[in-house]
């Protein structure tokens, strides 16, 4: 097999790997409608789930054998090596998910997660096929994909008072996302690290640009 075979082949598998991962989408959809509580119990329950058949895997070659033939196909290499043990890129989603609903505001955790997906999906896609230019640790093309793409997430996801302040501050966010998923190395996976930092980063703006605004999403549960 030659090198563009193996190219063409290894962007089929990454295709696959995001539109599995945009079902994903559907964590801050249900959100919107459900209680911090809720949220909480499901995406707690998910994850205990997800993190004990994830490292059973690697302890049990009858588990590890059902996992692979069911999952292998959507492993990168990362994720499957026995001395380093690793989650895999879905358990971090139900993870960081976990941790999003708990320690986030309704509103920000919506928009900080759902940046991750549609930008993490765009950065991949256009950064793999088109990607030419270098910038900073991978290219030019993924990381404007990631902004551009986060930046029309932001004009859709609920705001407060949708004050013009709210979208300036998701750009803000969706500009340090992009920036963020260009610079992890894999010291922590960006499924964990960008919805945080996104989050973190728009916390800090409201409350610098708006310390008096509830963020709460008192006109929906939770």
């Known amino acids: 097999m030659n090198q563009t075979d193996r190219s063409t082949i290894d962007y089929k598998d990454e295709l696959v790997r995001k539109l599995i991962h ?13 209680s911090k509580t809720s949220a909480a119990i499901i995406l707690g329950s998910l994850s205990f789930v997800a993190v004990t058949l994830d490292l059973a895997r690697y302890f049990s070659p009858k588990i590890g054998k059902v996992f692979y033939m069911i999952f292998g196909f959507l492993l990168r290499r990362h994720e499957v090596d026995e001395k380093k043990k690793n989650l895999n890129g879905a358990t971090y989603v139900l993870l960081s998910g976990l941790i999003g609903v708990l320690i986030f505001p309704k509103v920000i955790f919506i928009t900080s997660f759902a940046i991750l997906i549609i930008g993490d999906i765009m950065a991949a896609l256009i950064g793999r096929k088109f990607g030419k230019h270098k910038f900073l640790a991978k290219s030019l093309e993924g990381t404007l994909a990631f902004f551009i793409s986060s930046c029309i997430v932001v004009l859709f996801t609920p705001k407060i008072g949708y004050f013009q302040g709210e979208f300036i501050i998701g750009f803000v966010a969706a500009f340090t996302g992009a920036i963020t998923e260009n610079i992890s190395l894999g010291f922590v996976d960006d499924n964990l690290s960008i919805p945080l930092i996104v989050g973190f980063s728009m916390w800090i703006l409201y409350l610098i640009i708006f310390p008096n605004l509830d963020l709460t999403l008192s006109n929906v549960p939770g």
């Open 22 to 34: 945009l079902i994903s989408l559907s964590i801050p959809i249900v959100y919107y409608f459900i």
